[in-house]
């Protein structure tokens, strides 16, 4: 079992910069992938960011050049750099990890951080 807690999120002007963790614990096997998704009030959740632990990362068309996803792989924990922000980003942040046991993939999520973007 896999435990994710994330951190981080505020309420920030637009133009403004965030960095979000992730906090992995338990039983958590190295082939993994580490992910940020979001959801806002009456949108499906989306994918922000993902990274395995060796290869590059992935974005969302929206945010890329703006954020940034990185990982420490000794610490388990993740982080999403969020710098130029807009009102658009406004949502709840969720962690995932996709942990490869055997030959079975498991998602263990956290349970959400608030990103609220506003003057």
């Known amino acids: 079992q896999v435990q994710v807690v994330e951190s981080g999120g505020d309420l920030v002007q637009p133009g403004g910069s965030l960095r979000l963790s992730c906090a992995a614990s338990?039983?958590?096997?190295?082939?993994?992938?580490m992910s940020w998704y979001r959801q806002a009030p009456g949108n499906e959740r989306e994918l922000v960011a993902a990274?395995?632990?060796?290869?590059?990362?992935n974005y969302l068309d929206s945010v890329k050049g703006r954020f940034t996803i990185s990982r420490d792989n000794a610490k388990n924990t993740g982080y999403l750099q969020m710098n130029s922000l807009k009102p658009e980003d406004t949502a709840v942040y969720y962690c995932n990890v996709r942990a490869l046991y055997g030959t079975t993939w498991y998602h263990f999520w956290g349970q959400g951080t608030q990103v609220t973007v506003s003057s």
């Open positions: 338990g039983n958590i096997p190295s082939i993994n992938v």
């Open positions: 990274v395995d632990a060796t290869g590059p990362a």
